[in-house]
């Protein structure tokens, strides 16, 4: 098997959903927030982006209509456990199966159909650069800006005092509410874009559950990430050079079934590893 500039397209590709969605989580992280329902809300994502770029014949309007409803989507986990004060794992997980169902039942009720979506006039996002839509190149710009405001701003600091100690932030006169509002919503939006790449840049359609564990793939990148941009990035390729590996074994005549499980396996052996590696440190 080699190693060329397919196969980086490839990795590329498959890494992008994952990032949007692992940058997501990590931005709720620091502020305290354990969010996930990365998993739903991208699902969401993709099927507002098809809806959007169905109707208005501009895949452009299907990514802001991705963000859009991911954003507000967000808002049950926001409102949940922000105003609420719920357990944002319960709510994560309410949100995620929702998404499925809801996500289900709109495609019988838009679309009249069961299972995909897919039709000739469905536009997708054209490529910009190496064959790859600008959201791909959006995903790592996202990187650089989401660690220069998280740790070069004012508002950075804020979330990252929140995230270390709420009450001691609000002593400090931190609006810890409005601020996990932010967070949140600007996750939601993140995972729209996350949704946006996988339905109209990796491929041009819908389908039910196609998220298929990338939004619980990018929860486990963001706890070996440490939910740090960069940290999150180096995971995120990590699960995204095992997808693409896994395609480029398909070709190689291995069975389908147990190519797509290889970031799933990866997935596992990564946490098994930082386990330990924390185990000796301890130890140490």
Same mark, same amino acid.
Request: hydrophobic residues 55%; proline residues 3%; glycine residues 12%.
């Given at each position: *098997?080699?190693?060329?500039? &397919?196969?980086?397209?490839?990795?590329?590709?498959?890494?992008?959903?994952?990032?949007?969605?692992?940058?997501?989580?990590?931005?709720?992280?620091?502020?305290?927030?354990?969010?996930?329902?990365? /998993?739903?809300? *991208? !699902?969401?994502?993709?099927?507002? &982006?098809?809806?959007?770029?169905?109707?208005?014949?501009?895949?452009? +309007?299907?990514?802001?209509?991705?963000?859009?409803?991911?954003?507000?989507?967000?808002?049950?986990?926001?409102?949940?456990?922000?105003?609420?004060?719920?357990?944002?794992?319960?709510?994560?997980?309410? *949100?995620?199966?929702?998404?499925?169902?809801?996500?289900?039942? +709109?495609?019988?009720?838009?679309?009249?159909?069961?299972?995909?979506?897919?039709?000739?006039?469905?536009?997708?996002?054209?490529?910009?650069?190496?064959?790859?839509?600008?959201?791909?190149?959006? &995903?790592?710009? &996202?990187?650089?800006? !989401?660690?220069?405001?998280?740790?070069?701003?004012?508002? =950075?600091?804020?979330?990252?005092?929140?995230?270390?100690?709420?009450?001691?932030?609000?002593?400090?006169?931190?609006?810890?509410?409005? /601020?996990?509002?932010?967070?949140?919503?600007?996750?939601?939006?993140?995972?729209?874009?996350?949704?946006?790449?996988?339905?109209?840049?990796?491929?041009? +359609?819908?389908?039910?559950?196609?998220?298929?564990?990338? =939004?619980?793939?990018?929860?486990?990148?963001?706890?070996?990430? *440490?939910?740090?941009?960069?940290?999150?990035?180096?995971?995120?390729?990590?699960?995204? +050079?095992?997808?693409?590996?896994?395609?480029?074994?398909?070709?190689?005549?291995?069975?389908?079934?147990?190519?797509?499980?290889?970031?799933?396996?990866?997935?596992?052996?990564?946490?098994?590893?930082?386990?330990?590696?924390?185990?000796?440190?301890?130890?140490?």
């Amino acid at each position: *098997m080699n190693f060329d500039l &397919a196969l980086v397209s490839s990795v590329l590709r498959a890494v992008t959903p994952i990032l949007f969605a692992a940058l997501a989580g990590a931005l709720c992280q620091r502020a305290g927030v354990f969010n996930i329902s990365l /998993e739903g809300t *991208m !699902l969401v994502g993709c099927f507002a &982006a098809v809806a959007g770029s169905w109707f208005t014949g501009n895949p452009w +309007l299907g990514v802001l209509a991705a963000v859009v409803a991911s954003a507000a989507y967000s808002l049950i986990l926001a409102i949940g456990s922000v105003a609420l004060g719920g357990d944002p794992i319960v709510l994560s997980i309410a *949100m995620n199966l929702l998404a499925v169902g809801l996500t289900s039942f +709109l495609l019988r009720t838009v679309f009249g159909t069961t299972g995909s979506f897919s039709d000739p006039g469905l536009r997708g996002l054209d490529p910009v650069l190496f064959g790859h839509s600008a959201l791909v190149y959006a &995903a790592w710009v &996202a990187v650089a800006v !989401l660690a220069f405001l998280l740790y070069r701003t004012s508002w =950075g600091l804020k979330v990252r005092g929140i995230g270390e100690n709420a009450e001691a932030a609000a002593k400090l006169g931190v609006n810890v509410a409005r /601020e996990r509002y932010q967070v949140i919503i600007a996750a939601g939006a993140l995972c729209g874009l996350g949704g946006a790449q996988l339905a109209l840049g990796n491929v041009t +359609l819908f389908s039910e559950n196609m998220t298929a564990g990338r =939004g619980w793939i990018a929860v486990v990148a963001v706890m070996l990430g *440490m939910a740090a941009p960069v940290g999150v990035l180096l995971a995120a390729l990590l699960f995204g +050079l095992a997808e693409g590996l896994g395609f480029r074994l398909q070709g190689l005549g291995l069975p389908q079934q147990a190519t797509d499980a290889a970031p799933y396996v990866v997935t596992l052996l990564a946490l098994f590893s930082q386990r330990l590696f924390r185990r000796e440190r301890s130890n140490a």
